[in-house]
């Protein structure tokens, strides 16, 4: 940067001194470029020879302009690294690619055997038909059914993965029993789940053992529909089995533990916990605000508990257990009662639209949990709020015509939330939130109404 | 409330305007009454407005105001409490947050906040009148804004106070009382160069010298001057670089119209007696055992900006 000699610095000092300071209000417009043209060039004039009011402006600048953008849908961090988000593209298309030309082949056996084996295709059927409902096929086994009858130049890596837990080095399917082909897989990668399929799981042929150990242990668990059963129990079979070849075998390598475990508990319908796909209790839901799917589907054939649930709820249970990791921000309202979040000790801020990600996702899902019956609503306009409270990652925000948020995980998910008691409902504008911790909180409002719960908002009681 | 006479016709726009800027301001919710809105508006107006201002104007500006922050400040002014916990909930935060950013350390700046929060609350009063800060918010900038300056004059005034009340033992401990007798006198530097150079400074715009002073005098970085003119701060860069060329050239001019040749001129401009004396006391001073400079004599140097 170009200097300037000594003299011009002492011959700028040395001006006259400047009167008539401008007052905070006119300092405050002219940061803020809100002043006329002819009163902006007075201010000017006197900033150039009193370094007082130079220094006040510039201290009274803000820290930074707060981002004015929305927060985006929460994901996992890893999938918002560009290159690792197309690398899964790329690997789908593989994979699908990939499951085309399986079934390709697999026709095409199927049409040179055929005509060897009918005896063995009318025991299996009839095996299949006997068979009780059959429990959820594991992820991984469905997915070495997949992969059965790979031609004998085949190897698991032509096929490939999108399943990042399998690490089968070779897979090989044994299979005597009548497969089901599939129908039309969808791989995808799940959200929150290490095992999650994007979609039903394809039908394909049971293990051996499989059979045996759901005859065995059928009595134990109650049966659970699937349909993959209800097909077989059809009797249709005859467009979807394939006959086996005689002579091939295939044995199902896994180096997961999970997978042995997983096919011990296939009656039960249950899948033992993976690395990320718990199955949430019911405790769970109520706390993060959401829906239990329906038991219907939470037990469906599909061995990947995410895949069945609703994506977002997964994705909203993958971005909460995320948020735990994530750091706690500070919040504040700004002047025109917009939410404004933290990350940065102050030092910058972004506007939260509790509009923009809600934690329901259809308007038909109601929160059963009991003494609070709230229907979420996803409402377009942004309220005012007055007041934000936060313990942690569990915030709630309320503001004008009685609206209250709550966020879970700091803020990324927003329920809105409806307070009632005994028939009465909360009136006027929230001015205050107090939450001495996550349970215990209290809302008053402008009509001097005090709520207070003493369960994380599930109930309200009205003072 | 100020006890500025209404000016008719800033009167007669409050009452066209006050109906909409009422409701705009949430007035009612926050227990502020029409007469007391109308007599802000009337108030803050005629602060502004002078006796040719026409009613077009004066109506501009009464619609330019921020009423909502506005009817928020006087009503917590006037002890409203519902309309002070609201302003509790939305500035509270912030103003610390700002005094931290101002004043730098932790201690000083709840200090400075909790001074502020007594002036908005109103702890002075006069004739028996609870007297609130807030009372002077004209709504012309956001509240926050308002604030953050507010706190900055008190910080700005409270360090000059500061600065100019240096105890004596502190200057003995810096060794003032060390300090070498004055050498022989300094010949003045030559007066063309000080009348030239105000010569060419006299043709800069006022936004072209506040530029400079904040950048060679304040020691301000070029982001700070180009946030403080809502600029791009490379344009505060070529402003500078654009400047420092132009004085040293019109500099050089003016000398020459004086008399001075060129080469003497840009002599005169690189080397100034005053440093070469400077820099004999430096060397002097080195073998004493006081220190040299203060730390405010180093910083005052600092200040001096870069270059």
């Known amino acids: 940067m170009q200097s300037v000699p000594k003299i ?26 809100s002043l006329a043209e002819g009163e902006r060039a007075v201010v000017l004039e006197h900033l150039g020879r009193c370094s007082d009011c130079r220094d006040i402006v510039a201290l009274a600048l803000p820290a930074t302009e707060p981002v004015q953008t929305i927060v985006s849908p929460s994901r996992s961090g890893w999938l918002t690294w560009p ?15 990939a499951l085309g030309l399986v079934q390709y082949q697999r026709g095409v056996r199927s049409q040179s ?23 959820p096929v594991p992820v991984a086994t469905a997915k070495a059914d997949n992969f059965q009858s790979p031609p004998p130049s085949a190897s698991t890596d032509s096929v490939g993965a999108t399943d990042a837990t399998l690490n089968e080095k070779k897979i090989t399917v044994r299979a005597e029993v009548p497969r089901a082909s599939v129908p039309q897989p969808q791989v995808g990668v799940g959200r929150g789940s290490a095992l999650a399929v994007g979609g039903p799981l394809p039908h394909g042929p049971r293990l051996a053992n499989q059979w045996q150990q759901q005859n065995d242990t059928q009595k134990q668990a109650p049966a659970v529909p699937s349909p993959f059963a209800k097909q077989q129990a059809a009797g249709d079979l005859s467009a979807n089995m394939r006959v086996p070849a005689v002579s091939e075998t295939v044995a199902v390598e896994s180096q997961s533990a999970q997978l042995e475990t997983q096919t011990q508990n296939l009656d039960a319908g249950q899948i033992q916990d993976q690395p990320a796909a718990a199955l949430p209790s019911n405790e769970d839901y109520a706390r993060i605000g959401k829906a239990k799917p329906a038991a219907t589907t939470q037990t469906a054939t599909t061995t990947s508990p995410a895949s069945t649930m609703a994506a977002p709820i997964a994705q ?119 939450f001495l911790d996550i349970q215990h909180g209290k809302v008053t409002t402008s009509t001097t109404e005090v709520w207070t719960t003493s369960n994380s908002g599930q109930t309200w009681q009205k003072q | 409330m100020s006890s500025t006479k209404p000016i008719p016709a800033v009167q007669s726009v409050v009452n066209d305007v006050l109906a909409d800027l009422y ?119 956001s509240l926050e804004g308002w604030l953050r300056t507010v706190l900055s004059q008190e910080f700005v005034n409270r360090y000059r106070r ?27 530097a030559d007066a063309r160069l000080a009348q030239a150079t105000d010569e060419a400074l006299a043709v800069l715009s006022d936004e072209d010298r506040m530029v400079l002073s904040a950048y060679y005098l304040d020691g301000r970085t070029l982001a700070e001057i180009a946030r403080i003119l809502g600029v791009h701060e490379s344009t505060i860069s070529r402003k500078v670089d654009k400047l420092a060329k132009s004085l040293r050239k019109q500099i050089v001019a003016a000398l020459g119209r004086r008399g001075m040749s060129r080469r003497q001129a840009e002599e005169a401009l690189e080397v100034d007696v005053r440093d070469l004396q400077l820099d004999i006391r430096r060397s002097l001073a080195q073998e004493s055992s006081a220190p040299a400079f203060s730390e405010k004599r180093v910083e005052a140097r600092v200040r001096e900006g870069p270059g």
Do not use: M
Request: charged share 20%; hydrophobic share 40%.
């Open chain 1, 113 to 135: 055997i055929a005509s060897t084996a009918p005896a063995r295709f009318e025991v299996a059927a009839k095996e299949a038909r006997n068979q009780p409902l059959a429990p």
């Open chain 2, 23 to 141: 409701a705009k301001g949430g007035c009612e919710k926050i227990g502020l009454a029409r007469e007391s809105f109308a007599a802000i508006l009337c108030e803050v107006g005629s602060k502004q407005a002078t006796p040719a201002t026409s009613e077009n104007e004066i109506r501009t500006f009464l619609l330019s105001l921020r009423v909502d922050e506005l009817a928020l400040a006087r009503a917590c002014a006037a002890g409203n409490n519902s309309a002070w916990e609201v302003f509790l909930t939305r500035y509270r935060e912030k103003l610390y947050l700002s005094a931290l950013r101002i004043a730098r350390e932790d201690s000083a700046a709840r200090e400075l906040a909790d001074t502020l929060y007594a002036d908005l609350y109103g702890t002075n009063t006069r004739d028996g009148q609870r007297i609130s800060k807030l009372a002077s918010y004209t709504g012309r900038g």
């Open chain 1, 8 to 33: 011009v610095r002492q011959r700028l000092k040395a001006a006259t001194p400047a009167s008539n300071h401008p007052d905070a209000n006119v300092l405050t417009a002219f940061a803020e470029r």
């Open chain 2, 162 to 188: 500061t600065k100019r009340l240096v105890s004596l033992d502190e200057e003995s401990e810096e060794g003032v009382q060390f300090r070498a007798p004055e050498p022989e006198p300094v010949p003045p």
């Open chain 1, 83 to 97: 290159p690792l988000r197309w690398g899964l593209v790329a690997a789908g298309v593989v994979a699908i690619a």
């Open chain 1, 316 to 434: 909203g249970i993958g971005s909460g257990a995320l948020a735990l990791s994530a750091p706690i921000p500070r919040w504040t309202i700004n002047s025109t009662g917009g939410l404004q979040r933290s990350f940065d000790q102050g030092a910058t801020w972004q506007a939260v639209n509790v509009n923009a990600n809600p934690a329901y996702f259809t308007d038909e899902t109601s929160l059963q949990i009991s003494g609070k019956t709230s229907q979420p609503k996803v409402r377009k306009i942004a309220p005012i709020f007055r007041a934000v409270a936060a313990t942690g990652i569990d915030v709630w925000a309320g503001g004008s015509g009685g609206a209250i948020y709550h966020s879970l995980d700091a803020g990324d998910h927003w329920t809105r939330v409806e307070l009632a008691s005994a028939g009465s409902t909360l009136t006027g504008d929230i001015v205050s939130l107090e």
